[in-house]
């Protein structure tokens, strides 16, 4: 059934695909997965069906150890359950994970992956709290961007349901969870169709029931229970067939090409990086720059992290490869890699193949990964004798094992037109620019990306909208630095001197929000911005969005003015819209 295009999030697109395969959700919000249990609960009260043609129940508990607890009942008792969390609502469900996965009771949790306080608290994303539940016996499936969360929960719900093994399904916090793209929507018809409903009949028959009693949670002693334990094996080794069963009938359903490890980028290559989440959409912006120039590198995306098939990794190599960067979003303090790499560097040296190996972190708590970090690394991958151990995206004086980033040349898809707004938190921008970025996707051929840079103070601190659209797919889960339009809607900021105006690229427009006069706007623009406004040929316009609101009747609406003047001096829209 060809599918509907819709601009969402990955939250939401999670969402969409949970409530189709689920008839019990425990919740417990916490950032950034909030918004999954949000609209399960909003879609559960409208009435909305899943594909059992039952509206999902919603329980929301005192806590995240609570609806882990409420979602192991409620599989024990033979309904199909999920959840969603992340951080430290993740780790709460610990104990009860490892009950679940034991009793092989099938359920997906979605986990937007988010930072665990270590030194400091933090409530942007990275992996370290999905690996910290690598032990728990959950399989970890992972996804790139919104299309692919959408296209991949249904594998993990169809998968857990026929295997019995748990799944986390996972996609990164906020870079995935809150960017908004225009994905192709799942139709209930097709997930239904692909979901085993004998395994669903099997499971049911397998609840609590005292016309079919069975013993639960027993209390093994030493002489049983190694034996007992061991007995699992069969079900783990049967997941990733089970996953590539469930991914081939996606493929089948929408032609793409989704496997347990895929290749990207030149057949020959030399250089390989491998990795899971959102720098993978960066890495391929990346190798179509450089393959481009003849250079031989690629990438292995990683997608079934748990259980880890060596076979399928080393088949996904090229056979060309001298070099691999492996790189993890998370720390491990103490050990001799991270996650990621040691699983690669067990795999390669079981299977005694022999090339260089070394280990990168990036983007741990949000920070941001451009197409400069992934030129440094595959350029630290072309030297003799590369780092064993390194970090991008920072520069670091301690221990001095940050790769040096040069600026890099624009990697976006051709046609781009990409967007900037400076805003205060509570102010409306934020919310303007999601709208904006819908309407730009739901009523135009163009394809669209929005993510919001703001600080955990959210209300009162600075936020900056990053919108990007245009006619080819965008792949670019990173900030603009270089925007063809550029707002300010607090006139403060000018005084104060941040650089907005240098995020504009040359011949981009600029708008301020003030009430200033053009006398007043050259005495408080700073003289460096006045000198790079008139050597790059910058159009520079200001809108007075409060007075005008005021004259046309909109009250305090002063972003739906600004919205207007956006779409208007960006070209936003066609001239039939």
């Given at each position: 059934?060809?599918?509907?295009?819709?601009?969402m999030?990955?939250n939401?697109?999670?969402?969409?695909?949970?409530?189709?395969?689920?008839?019990?959700?425990?919740?417990?919000?916490?950032?950034?997965?909030?918004?999954?249990?949000?609209?399960?609960?909003?879609?559960?009260?409208?009435?909305?069906?899943?594909?059992?043609?039952?509206?999902?129940?919603?329980?929301?508990?005192?806590?995240?150890?609570?609806?882990?607890?409420?979602?192991?009942?409620?599989?024990?008792?033979?309904?199909l359950?999920?959840?969603?969390?992340?951080?430290?609502?993740?780790?709460?469900?610990?104990?009860?994970?490892?009950?679940?996965?034991?009793?092989?009771?099938?359920?997906?949790?979605?986990?937007?992956?988010?930072?665990?306080?270590?030194?400091?608290?933090?409530?942007?994303?990275?992996?370290?709290?999905?690996?910290?539940?690598?032990?728990?016996?959950?399989?970890?499936?992972?996804e790139?961007?919104?299309?692919?969360?959408?296209?991949?929960?249904?594998?993990?719900?169809?998968?857990?349901?026929?295997?019995?093994?748990?799944?986390?399904?996972?996609?990164?916090?906020?870079?995935?969870?809150?960017?908004?793209?225009?994905?192709?929507?799942?139709?209930?018809?097709?997930?239904?169709?692909?979901?085993?409903?004998?395994?669903?009949?099997?499971?049911?028959?397998?609840?609590?029931?005292?016309?079919?009693?069975?013993?639960?949670?027993?209390?093994?002693?030493?002489?049983?229970?190694?034996?007992?334990?061991?007995?699992c094996?069969?079900?783990?080794?049967?997941?990733?067939g089970?996953?590539?069963?469930?991914?081939?009938?996606?493929?089948?359903?929408l032609?793409?090409?989704?496997?347990?490890?895929?290749?990207?980028?030149?057949?020959?290559?030399?250089?390989?990086?491998?990795a899971?989440?959102?720098?993978?959409?960066?890495?391929?912006?990346?190798?179509?720059?450089?393959?481009?120039?003849?250079?031989?590198?690629?990438?292995?995306?990683?997608?079934?992290?748990?259980?880890?098939r060596?076979?399928?990794l080393i088949?996904?190599?090229?056979?060309?490869?001298?070099?691999?960067?492996?790189?993890?979003?998370?720390?491990?303090?103490?050990?001799?890699?991270?996650?990621?790499?040691q699983?690669?560097?067990?795999?390669?040296?079981?299977?005694?193949?022999?090339?260089?190996?070394?280990?990168?972190?990036?983007?741990?708590?949000?920070?941001?990964?451009?197409?400069?970090?992934?030129?440094a690394?595959?350029?630290?991958?072309?030297?003799?004798?590369?780092?064993?151990?390194?970090?991008?995206?920072?520069?670091?004086?301690?221990?001095?094992?940050?790769?040096?980033?040069?600026?890099?040349?624009?990697?976006?898809?051709?046609?781009?037109?990409?967007?900037?707004?400076?805003?205060?938190?509570?102010?409306?921008?934020?919310?303007?620019?999601?709208?904006?970025?819908?309407?730009?996707?739901?009523?135009?051929?163009?394809?669209?990306?929005?993510?919001?840079?703001?600080?955990?103070?959210?209300?009162?601190?600075?936020t900056?909208?990053?919108?990007?659209?245009?006619?080819?797919?965008?792949?670019?889960?990173?900030?603009?630095?270089?925007?063809?339009?550029?707002?300010?809607?607090?006139?403060?900021?000018?005084?104060?001197?941040?650089?907005?105006?240098?995020?504009?690229?040359?011949?981009?427009?600029?708008?301020?929000?003030?009430?200033?006069?053009?006398?007043?706007?050259?005495?408080?623009?700073?003289?460096?911005?006045?000198?790079?406004?008139a050597?790059?040929?910058?159009?520079?316009y200001?809108?007075?969005?409060?007075?005008?609101?005021?004259?046309?009747?909109?009250?305090?609406?002063?972003?739906?003015?600004?919205?207007?003047?956006?779409?208007?001096?960006?070209?936003?829209?066609?001239?039939?819209?």
């Amino acid at each position: 059934m060809a599918r509907k295009m819709k601009s969402m999030d990955g939250n939401t697109a999670a969402a969409h695909v949970s409530y189709a395969f689920t008839e019990v959700a425990g919740i417990y919000p916490i950032t950034p997965s909030s918004p999954m249990a949000d609209n399960v609960d909003q879609w559960a009260a409208a009435g909305r069906k899943n594909i059992f043609g039952t509206t999902v129940k919603v329980v929301e508990m005192e806590s995240e150890a609570g609806a882990s607890g409420t979602v192991h009942g409620s599989l024990a008792a033979g309904a199909l359950t999920t959840t969603y969390t992340a951080s430290q609502g993740l780790l709460l469900m610990i104990p009860n994970m490892y009950k679940i996965a034991g009793e092989l009771l099938p359920c997906v949790f979605h986990v937007s992956a988010r930072t665990v306080a270590t030194h400091a608290l933090n409530i942007f994303g990275d992996h370290s709290d999905v690996m910290a539940c690598r032990q728990t016996g959950f399989a970890m499936l992972c996804e790139t961007n919104p299309q692919e969360v959408m296209d991949l929960s249904a594998v993990a719900h169809c998968a857990t349901i026929e295997s019995r093994v748990p799944f986390i399904n996972f996609f990164d916090g906020f870079r995935t969870s809150h960017e908004i793209q225009k994905i192709a929507v799942w139709d209930y018809d097709d997930l239904a169709d692909m979901v085993d409903m004998d395994a669903v009949a099997a499971f049911r028959k397998r609840a609590l029931n005292p016309e079919r009693p069975v013993m639960r949670g027993s209390h093994e002693n030493g002489d049983v229970f190694f034996q007992h334990r061991e007995a699992c094996n069969k079900y783990y080794e049967a997941v990733p067939g089970i996953v590539e069963k469930y991914m081939d009938k996606v493929n089948e359903k929408l032609g793409t090409d989704y496997k347990l490890f895929n290749y990207y980028g030149a057949p020959d290559a030399e250089r390989v990086i491998i990795a899971m989440g959102s720098i993978c959409d960066v890495a391929e912006e990346v190798i179509d720059y450089l393959t481009a120039q003849g250079e031989k590198v690629g990438l292995v995306k990683v997608r079934l992290f748990r259980p880890f098939r060596a076979d399928k990794l080393i088949e996904a190599i090229p056979a060309t490869a001298k070099k691999i960067a492996v790189l993890d979003r998370t720390k491990e303090p103490g050990s001799l890699g991270e996650p990621l790499y040691q699983d690669v560097v067990t795999a390669l040296a079981n299977a005694g193949i022999s090339a260089t190996i070394t280990g990168g972190r990036y983007g741990l708590g949000s920070k941001d990964t451009p197409p400069s970090s992934v030129f440094a690394v595959y350029e630290e991958l072309a030297k003799d004798e590369p780092k064993k151990q390194f970090t991008i995206g920072i520069s670091d004086d301690v221990t001095c094992l940050s790769l040096e980033e040069k600026p890099s040349p624009n990697t976006a898809a051709e046609g781009t037109i990409e967007c900037k707004f400076w805003g205060l938190g509570g102010d409306g921008t934020v919310g303007a620019n999601k709208n904006s970025i819908k309407i730009i996707g739901d009523n135009t051929d163009n394809y669209v990306q929005a993510y919001f840079q703001y600080d955990s103070k959210k209300t009162g601190g600075v936020t900056v909208s990053h919108l990007r659209f245009g006619a080819k797919p965008i792949k670019s889960p990173y900030y603009i630095n270089k925007a063809d339009f550029v707002a300010c809607h607090n006139p403060s900021y000018v005084v104060k001197g941040y650089k907005m105006v240098n995020d504009v690229k040359p011949g981009g427009v600029f708008l301020i929000n003030c009430q200033w006069t053009p006398e007043e706007l050259n005495e408080y623009m700073p003289a460096e911005a006045k000198r790079y406004i008139a050597k790059n040929n910058i159009q520079l316009y200001t809108i007075n969005a409060i007075d005008l609101a005021i004259q046309i009747g909109m009250g305090k609406r002063t972003n739906t003015i600004l919205q207007s003047a956006f779409f208007s001096l960006a070209k936003v829209m066609p001239e039939e819209k």
